[in-house]
Nanobody, 118 residues
Framework: QVHLVESGGGSVQAGGSLRLSCVASGYVFHIGWFRHAPGKEREGVAA???????VYTDSVKGRFTISKDNTKNTLYLQMNSLKPEDTAMYYCAADPLGWVLDPAYKYWGQGTQVTVSS
């Protein structure tokens, strides 16, 4: 069993930055960030494996950076140049059941809200 706890969400103006964190209680190999906006499907944002290989959805490439500290079992998402369309509840998830950006993971956190105003 893996327990995930996110933090770092908040409200910012367009062009601003936020850094999300996710602390995992146990060992995970693949872990990722997802977001869910009202009226939209849950979307994979970025994922990273134990070795540090990363993958991003096209809409965040060049703006978001996923990273992790294995010694602290903590995942990060640095979000720069935020846009109003980035507004969503952001979740971290561990142990994918398929493709790493598909929202089919074994373990999910409770989420942290990100709101970007124009």
């Amino acid at each position: 069993q893996v327990h995930l706890v996110e933090s770092g969400g908040g409200s910012v103006q367009a062009g601003g930055s936020l850094r999300l964190s996710c602390v995992a209680s146990g060992y995970v190999f693949h872990i990722g960030w997802f977001r869910h906006a009202p009226g939209k499907e849950r979307e994979g944002v970025a994922a990273i494996d134990r070795g540090g290989s990363t993958v991003y959805t096209d809409s965040v490439k060049g703006r978001f950076t996923i990273s992790k500290d294995n010694t602290k079992n903590t995942l990060y998402l640095q979000m720069n140049s935020l846009k109003p369309e980035d507004t969503a509840m952001y979740y971290c998830a561990a142990d994918p059941l398929g493709w790493v950006l598909d929202p089919a993971y074994k373990y999910w956190g409770q989420g942290t809200q990100v709101t970007v105003s124009s």
